[in-house]
């Protein structure tokens, strides 16, 4: 019971959370429209022509758009991390939060900021070398993001990264500023433009991953995972409850004969069910919260995803545990007090 | 030699499988107060169906029961009864195996509004007249036969029962340890004054009762009882007297059982509703 508890909070929270944090990573860049490649179903998998950035620049009420380039690079000791191109001329260098050093001057090559959390986790500072799909990379300064996706990736000149990846004029995304950010109408007008410009699909930046299948895929495979484990749990638990059947039915047993009437035998094995899954959901919880803290610390998953189970999923499923903890206990205790209890004491 | 009527069963039938198996035919027998009773008879004839309807774990067929001369017609006047007035020792203990013997003797106290320190101090005392006062906090599974079976009649006496019935209660137990059961369950019937219906095979067994009922096929045979004489011996303690020391502390399972969280929800449970309801 413990461990369903405990693996249901613990798988769902990551699925939660790959959600959440990649969101999250998105809202921190201050862009309103997120341009992509449409059709395409992995998120760094689409490219897109920078040709087409002057041209959307032309449509009234764009305020800015600039492009990047994600992918996953193998660096040092064979970690792979989030690898992110921005171009000299781009607004996002000025809403990157700095904890240290600078960012890159416009004609700089070969030099990176840093994620906190990766310089933190891989033992790194500025003036340090950074190594990104074999090229060696001057760290110039670290970024102070909150999201965990962006405090572990590494931004590097868009040309470099291009190079590295051979797709030279090409970026993952666009991120467009709106002249009023507020104004859905305009959203809307600028996105329908920039969709008649070629085969693009704009959305919000805020809800970009709903509609996006990969992470629709991800977060569906782990929510499964999450409620296998949580059924597994409940089918142990109720076979073993019915295996107790005959255990209850001695019990039953004794207790009438102890002069106990059939309504209390009941009342008092339907309690037992309510605190045994009572004490199971506890320690459940405890052990999610522990498995959730453990995954986070888990190099490569904490790396994208802090695994947080939330109040309201703990509580959800700690009352799922003892619902159904109760009524596993109901059944069996049932299915034993209809057997009179002669029977119930000549059977043990 | 009977004093007053305790238990009476009058024209008891019962009848298994649609009236194919007959349990028990026309049976009367009326039992009266601080009286020990053998029931005797073939394997089949009948005994542990008797034992279960003077109880009311079993509804006879047909018939009447009086308890103190009225009739028990309502399960619940049975549940009532086994609470309060009827203690049962079984041949195979029936003890809960998750708790340990001083919480199974307490179980049997739960409801009768008997405060906490009350029943400690009763169970106390129930154990240490069976002679298992070091033996409270053992689970079942860490006592031998003889050892479980004491902890059963000290649930069974809890509650200064009028009637204590016992079906073949040392048909599990190698001589030695039968013959200490039968010793304590003799004293404690002598010292009460309460009433023993034993069913037993055993006729070195059943000589040690006044009364004799002899069973054939569901109906009573005959009764015999024994001579004043021969009885007025018999009241005398026994030597064979229960002690501590007569068991000696030995681990009967080399590995400690399963203790914690997952063990006395049960016992929880069953006070709360003791308790509520
Ligand atoms: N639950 C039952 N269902 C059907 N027949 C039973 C049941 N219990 C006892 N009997 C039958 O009733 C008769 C008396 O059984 P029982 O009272 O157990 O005898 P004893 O205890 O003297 O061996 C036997 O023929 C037995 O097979
Ligand atoms: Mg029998």
Redesign the pocket.
């Known amino acids: 019971m413990a461990f369903a508890v405990g693996s249901f909070i613990t798988l769902y929270g990551l699925s939660r959370s790959v959600h959440e944090n990649v969101e999250r990573s998105f809202d921190e860049h201050g862009t309103d429209l997120t341009v992509k490649r449409r059709g395409i179903a992995e998120p760094f998998g689409g490219t897109i022509p920078q040709e087409i950035i002057p041209e959307i620049k032309k449509i009234p009420g764009v305020e800015d758009v600039a492009g990047q380039l994600l992918t996953f690079a193998a660096t040092d000791n064979d970690d792979n991390v989030l690898a992110v191109g921005w171009s000299p001329d781009s607004f996002y260098w000025t809403g990157a939060p700095l904890k240290a050093g600078r960012i890159p001057k416009p004609d700089e090559t070969k030099v990176a900021l840093v994620g906190s959390e990766i310089a933190r986790t891989m033992g790194k500072t500025v003036g340090d070398d950074i190594t990104l799909l074999g090229e060696k990379f001057k760290i110039v300064g670290l970024t102070d993001y909150h999201s965990i996706i962006n405090r572990n990736q590494v931004i590097v000149k868009l040309e470099d990264l291009q190079e590295l990846t051979f797709r030279t004029g090409a970026v993952t995304f666009l991120s467009i500023k709106l002249e009023n950010p507020g104004d859905q109408a305009e959203a809307d007008r600028v996105s329908q433009a920039v969709e008649a410009l070629d085969k693009l699909t704009v959305s919000p930046s805020e809800g970009m991953l709903r509609n996006d299948s990969l992470f629709g895929l991800l977060t569906a495979v782990s929510s499964a995972m999450a409620w296998v484990a949580l059924f597994m749990g409940v089918l142990m638990v109720l076979n073993t409850l019915l295996m107790a059947v005959l255990e209850r039915t001695r019990e039953i047993g004794i207790l009438s004969a102890l002069g106990w009437s059939k309504e209390r035998i009941m009342l008092a094995l339907v309690i037992e069910g309510f605190i045994l899954s009572a004490v199971g959901s506890v320690v459940g919880i405890l052990l999610g919260v522990a498995g959730s803290k453990f995954l986070s610390s888990i190099p490569s998953i904490g790396r994208y995803v802090a695994v947080e189970p939330t109040i309201p999923l703990i509580a959800i499923t700690a009352i799922a545990a003892v619902v159904l903890g109760v009524l596993g206990s109901f059944y069996p205790a049932w299915v034993a007090t209809r057997a009179s209890p002669?029977?119930a004491l000549?059977r043990a | 030699m009977t004093s007053s009527h305790l238990l009476q069963l009058e024209h008891v039938n019962h009848t298994?499988?649609a009236g194919r198996?007959?349990?028990?035919r026309d049976v009367n027998l009326d039992f009266g107060e601080g009286e020990s009773v053998a029931i005797l008879?073939?394997?089949?004839?009948?005994?542990?169906?008797?034992?279960?309807v003077m109880c009311g774990i079993r509804t006879p067929t047909s018939g009447v029961l009086r308890w103190r001369g009225e009739p028990i017609s309502t399960l619940r006047q049975w549940t009532d009864l086994r609470r309060t007035e009827i203690g049962i020792v079984f041949q195979d203990f029936n003890l809960f195996s998750t708790l340990t013997a001083a919480e199974n003797v307490e179980v049997a106290m739960f409801g009768s509004g008997a405060s906490t320190a009350e029943r400690k101090r009763r169970v106390e005392e129930a154990l240490d007249t069976v002679g298992l006062a070091r033996r409270a906090t053992h689970l079942p599974q860490e006592l031998s036969g003889g050892e479980r079976q004491r902890v059963a009649i000290a649930r069974s006496i809890i509650n200064n029962p009028k009637l204590i019935l016992a079906?073949?209660p040392t048909g599990n137990l190698d001589s030695k340890n039968a013959a200490a059961i039968l010793d304590l369950m003799f004293d404690l019937q002598r010292a009460r004054g309460s009433t023993l219906i034993m069913?037993s095979h055993a006729p070195d067994q059943a000589r040690r009762c006044a009364r004799h009922v002899n069973?054939k096929d569901?109906q009573v045979v005959d009764q015999t009882f024994a001579p004043a004489r021969r009885m007025r011996r018999l009241r005398e303690p026994s030597r064979t007297r229960l002690s501590q020391s007569q068991a000696p502390a030995r681990a009967i399972h080399p590995h400690h059982p399963r203790r914690g969280v997952c063990r006395r929800q049960l016992h929880h449970a069953l006070r709360l509703v003791a308790q509520c309801a």
């Not at chain 2, 198996?21 to 028990?24: K, R």
């Open positions: 002669a029977e000549e | 298994f499988d198996i007959v349990a028990l008879g073939a394997s089949g004839s009948g005994k542990t169906t008797l034992i279960l079906d073949e069913v069973m569901g």
